[in-house]
T-cell receptor, first 112, second 112 residues
Framework: KNQVEQSPQSLIILEGKNCTLQCNYTVSPFSNLRWYKQDTGRGPVSLTIMTFSENTKSNGRYTATLDADTKQSSLHITASQLSDSASYIC???????????FGTGTQLKVEL | DAGITQSPRHKVTETGTPVTLRCHQTENHRYMYWYRQDPGHGLRLIHYSYGVKDTDKGEVSDGYSVSRSKTEDFLLTLESATSSQTSVYFCATGGGREETQYFGPGTRLLVL
């Protein structure tokens, strides 16, 4: 069964600090891996998409890495801001890329 | 929300009542999706469409039907709502494969 597991479940950090979120997956066949940000009460918004051949992709203060051999990904947030408080969801696409398996997310809270 | 609207945004209904949720997009994306999001679960695909009148089932399609008569509209129908269908429903659109999926704002459905 295709699965995406994220850790930690929740995280609290101080504004300005960095953090790294983890994602492990068992999805086959692999098409691409995505990270989404979901603010409370809103739909997810895409941060990055990485294919098998990409091992790093950045979007502003967000940097995602992918190790396709170990089936692990991470999302690193630099110089966190209060607006980074949200759920971060790891998603793996399979088959033709349209069937997505979602993780349950890491709930991040950034405090003053 | 990338030109995606969902209606209604909130609905309370009774068990056994039919319910239709509407998703409207303005970006002319070929693919449209319906997901549900429940605590402790990642988003799960209910149904998706790859063109007008072309639809397919997702992993949690029992009790749901869909229709797409126009590119811009994708309807999700609960023929006879049950309490287990209480959830937040998200519509998404995209071009498929390695392209981003854009999510709507969600519909909160409570079945009493």
């Amino acid at each position: 069964k295709n699965q995406v597991e994220q850790s930690p479940q929740s995280l609290i950090i101080l504004e300005g600090k960095n953090c790294t979120l983890q994602c492990n997956y068992t999805v086959s066949p692999f098409s691409n891996l995505r990270w989404y940000k979901q603010d409370t009460g809103r739909g997810p918004v895409s941060l990055t998409i990485m294919t098998f051949s990409e091992n790093t992709k950045s979007n502003g203060r967000y940097t995602a890495t992918l190790d396709a051999d170990t089936k692990q990904s991470s999302l690193h947030i630099t110089a966190s801001q209060l607006s980074d408080s949200a759920s971060y969801i790891c998603v793996v696409a399979t088959g033709g890329g349209n069937k997505l398996t979602f993780g349950t997310g890491t709930q991040l809270k950034v405090e003053l | 929300d990338a030109g995606i609207t969902q209606s209604p945004r909130h609905k309370v209904t009774e068990t056994g009542t039919p319910v239709t949720l509407r998703c409207h997009q303005t970006e002319n994306h070929r693919y449209m999706y319906w997901y549900r999001q429940d605590p402790g679960h990642g988003l799960r695909l209910i149904h998706y469409s790859y063109g007008v009148k072309d639809t397919d089932k997702g992993e949690v399609s029992d009790g749901y039907s869909v229709s797409r008569s126009k590119t811009e509209d994708f309807l999700l129908t609960l023929e006879s709502a049950t309490s287990s269908q209480t959830s937040v429903y998200f519509c998404a659109t995209g071009g498929g494969r390695e392209e981003t999926q854009y999510f709507g704002p969600g519909t909160r459905l409570l079945v009493l």
